[in-house]
């Protein structure tokens, strides 16, 4: 498997380009909080996080389907938001997540690694380098 640099991916996140302006960055924790950071030093907009978990820390599915971890307690309803994800391979946690704020003015997706509106790349898995 071939690992990515940091200064690789941040190249990606240095040159992406996104056709909306977004309103808040909502990160599906905890794998999209550090993508959604590194955004959101770029953007500097809101920041939330919406607890979903369906894998343990070795990829492997938990549950059947995503879980709702703690309630949502940011206001979304009439937003425009870029939903972030580390890496989609089902996409079950971004098609729940999308369910959950569904009151949403639009969403975005987006990942460093898999299937999204916006990603930095769509390719076999890799480490991220801001992983141990």
């Not at 941040?10 to 599906?28: G, T």
């Not at 569904?102 to 299937?115: M, P």
């Amino acid at each position: 498997m071939y690992d990515k640099t940091f200064e690789e991916v941040m190249d990606r996140f240095r040159v992406i380009s996104f056709a909306e302006n977004f309103d808040m960055i909502v990160a599906i924790a905890n794998g999209g909080i550090i993508p959604a950071a590194i955004l959101n030093q770029r953007f500097n907009i809101e920041i939330q996080l919406l607890k979903i978990n369906l894998r343990d820390s070795n990829q492997k599915p938990k549950y059947d389907s995503p879980k709702l971890i703690s309630p949502i307690d940011f206001e979304y309803k009439d937003k425009t938001i870029l939903l972030v994800e580390d890496r989609v391979k089902t996409g079950a946690s971004l098609k729940y997540a999308c369910e959950l704020l569904k009151d949403a003015k639009l969403i975005k997706t987006f990942a460093v690694n898999g299937n999204a509106d916006y990603s930095l790349y769509n390719e076999n898995c890799f480490k991220f380098p801001w992983l141990l």
